[in-house]
């Protein structure tokens, strides 16, 4: 025979509790990874991503254009060289502002 259950006795609530009581020791165990104020390997990925998106996107183009205007391979050149000096003026732009005097630093942390 079934017990009935206590009504004081709610199963979302326990169960709510136990998911507390979880999340309280694997945030309590968790380590913590200290990139210092900046985040600098942030920064230095975002920095790449820049420079090969750069390249490659002018690539890509110059390849569509070659394609297209069938003018191989000054396409393919032309979209190198645009491609790389936009990631070159891209590189200077964030490294300006990463230096920027005055420059202020926000955290977003729910901790």
Same mark, same amino acid.
């Given at each position: 025979m079934r017990e009935t259950p206590d009504p004081g006795d709610d199963p979302l609530k326990r169960f709510d509790e136990r998911l507390e009581a979880f999340d309280a020791e694997r945030r309590r165990k968790r380590p913590v990874l200290? $990139?210092?104020?900046?985040?600098?390997? @942030?920064?230095?990925?975002?920095?790449? #991503?820049?420079?090969?998106g750069g390249v490659f996107g002018g690539v890509g183009l110059g390849w569509l254009l070659d394609l297209v205007a069938h003018s191989?391979?000054?396409?393919?050149?032309?979209g $190198?060289?645009?491609?790389?000096?936009? @990631?070159?003026?891209?590189?200077?732009? #964030?490294?300006s502002r990463a230096n920027a005097p005055g420059k202020t630093e926000t955290t977003n942390s729910d901790d």
């Open positions: 200290d $990139l210092g104020q900046s985040g600098g390997a @942030s920064a230095a990925y975002r920095v790449l #991503a820049q420079m090969l191989r391979p000054w396409g393919l050149i032309g $190198l060289l645009i491609g790389t000096t936009t @990631s070159i003026v891209m590189m200077i732009r #964030a490294a």
